[in-house]
């Protein structure tokens, strides 16, 4: 992790504490692990929903503002097809930017990432039920986990566990 990284990238990722999530995540792996990236609060967007034609129009604007080295785009298949939601999502990647983008796409969401990183199976489970049971039984939480602590349980993931993850090893290697 530790080449130096001068390229223009671009993150979308769903749901409103997605970016502020991988950003913490990211500066994590900056500071512990050496990661070299350039990446800010610019730079990581929420994803106005998977198959909106939004989602063209935000790549577009991105990339008239720089000239963007890699997009990539971070989805849910919410327990569905992940070759499925990628292909969706492909349609609305206008096409002289389709070369650049690439996909994170989880099985279930990156609630995956959390639930690694905490020491948690969630095995063919959606991650979110578990992390429920987890924040109920040993946090003391009465409604279960929420979207919320996303960013907030950066701090308490073991990335070596997390390192382990082979979608996450795709993601850092996006990275570099």
Known sequence: MGKSSSKRIFILIEDHYGPKFLLNLINRLKNEEGLKVSLS??????????FNPKVRRKIEARARLLLLDRIIIIADAEGGSVEETKSRLEEHVPEDL????????????KEEWLC?????????ENPEKLLNKYFRETKGAKLGYHKSYQPYLVDQLNLERLKKNKLFQEFVKLLE
């Open 41 to 50: 609060e610019k730079d990581i967007k929420t994803l106005p929903g998977k």
């Open 116 to 124: 690694e990183g905490l020491g948690l199976a969630y095995g063919a």
């Open 98 to 109: 389709r070369s650049k983008t690439c996909y994170i796409i989880f099985k279930w969401n």
